[in-house]
């Protein structure tokens, strides 16, 4: 079977925090339409290497390509959005409604200085469409559960229309109920959208269940592939020590 466009491609990447080497000699690729998981320690690199993706931090060595582009020519950020951790606890003061949160999602791809258009709106009504959270554009993101709110700051990064969406630890803050639900939103956004969907997450069980592929990372490359052949009491023990134990759980 013919693989669909690479999007990302890492070959060879390290990267250096001073002295301390975070990342080490990492080569991966991800197509377009892909639901990668990336799990791994505390410390681990799982965030630093999401920053090198976006383009916030450089590699030390080796090279990263984003749509068949080096990153260091590569312009159109707007075709990569970031969820970060922790959004659902930002901005909750904020005297802003759910539509102008996520209207200013449209920002990347305007940049700072230009107006909204007629376009504009309409990106910003399918967003809140797709995330389901249109019944709330005119209430304050601080009245949200963190459930709605996720999902609030999920249509904020389709408003720029990606074709690569970065999820940062997304349930930190959502309510057990509500996690099951907004897995199924993110695997809707994957299939029904083939929006490329990368999700970083200590959750080992979610992992397991909602992503076509895994990359476990403990600074270096541990396993890259499908869920049922990498995540083995073998595998783990390398990720996070010899006394690690798989607990499987299930969402309420």
């Known amino acids: 079977m013919q693989l669909a466009e690479p999007y990302i ?54 090279s990263i390509q984003l749509f068949g582009k080096d990153h260091h020519d590569f312009k159109e950020r707007y075709r990569i959005s970031y969820v970060p951790q922790h959004s659902t606890q930002s901005e909750l003061g904020f005297p802003a409604t759910v539509f102008e949160i996520v209207r200013s999602g449209r920002v990347a791809r305007l940049g700072f200085f230009l107006g909204f258009t007629k376009k504009d709106d309409v990106a910003v009504e399918r967003a809140m469409e797709i995330a389901g959270v249109t019944n709330y554009r005119n209430t304050l993101i601080g009245k949200l559960s963190g459930g709605e709110r996720q999902r609030v700051f999920i249509a904020r990064a389709l408003a720029s229309e990606p074709e690569i969406l970065i999820l940062d630890e997304p349930t930190t803050g959502v309510d057990i109920g509500a996690q099951k639900t907004f897995y199924e939103f993110l695997t809707s956004l994957n299939r029904k959208h083939n929006l490329t969907i990368i999700l970083v997450s200590h959750d080992i069980d979610v992992i397991s269940k909602e992503v076509k592929t895994v990359l476990c990372l403990n600074h270096n490359l541990v396993c890259h592939g499908f869920p049922p052949d990498l995540l083995s009491e073998k595998v783990l023990r390398e990720l996070y020590g010899e006394n690690t134990a798989k607990i499987n759980h299930k969402h309420a």
């Open 9 to 62: 491609e890492l070959s060879g990447v390290s990267f250096k925090y001073d002295r301390d080497n975070v990342l080490d000699n990492l080569s991966f690729t991800v197509h377009k339409g892909e639901y990668l998981g990336i799990i791994g320690p505390n410390g681990g690199g799982k965030t630093t290497l999401i920053h090198l993706i976006l383009g916030l931090l450089h590699p030390t060595k080796g």
